[in-house]
């Protein structure tokens, strides 16, 4: 992972559990929703073309070779992947059996809650409304990892973001 700093701090990383990537940083407002996610938010910014890492994200060419690109992807190089709803559920399926798997070694004491939470999250927030996100991995690109699930909120410009907070883990560079 990178060293970053903040002030006089240094940024806490969030990390992939299973693959590693480094995921977010908590240099974006960060808040727990439903004691199973976090909800990031990022903001759109433009970057010169020859900015490093923008080839690999979301890109809005504007004039002047000028590129709008999301924060929270174009920082921690996410790699945008796609899903039609069959293979998300097989995906999430998957993936939440995995981070069982790793808490149950990890910190027993989450797996009931966190399955249960995890399960009523995915029905009511993410597969009832599937088509108005957009998915990304890590920078691996490691499909049995964690994914960032991109979304906007209403009629808001701003990109909002979930992450499963039980796939990832804090690391403080020292």
Known sequence: ???????????????????GDEMLS??????????VVYEVEGKSVTLKEDDFGIEN??????ESGLF?????????????????KKMFISWIKNYLNSLKKYL?????????????????FVKHKILARFDDF???TGQSANQDASIAFLFYKDNDATPYFYFFKDGLKTEKPT
């Open 1 to 19: 992972y990178q060293r970053r700093v903040r002030g006089n701090n240094t940024m806490k990383t969030y990390h992939c559990v299973i693959s």
């Open 26 to 35: 908590d240099s974006f407002p960060i808040k727990e929703v439903d004691d």
């Open 57 to 62: 994200n979301v890109n809005e060419v504007l």
């Open 68 to 84: 709008t690109v999301i924060n929270v992807v174009n920082i921690h190089n996410l790699q945008q992947t796609s899903f039609d």
């Open 104 to 120: 149950q070694a990890n910190d027993s004491s989450r797996v009931d809650t966190f399955m249960r939470n995890a399960q009523e």
């Open 134 to 136: 957009t998915f990304y």
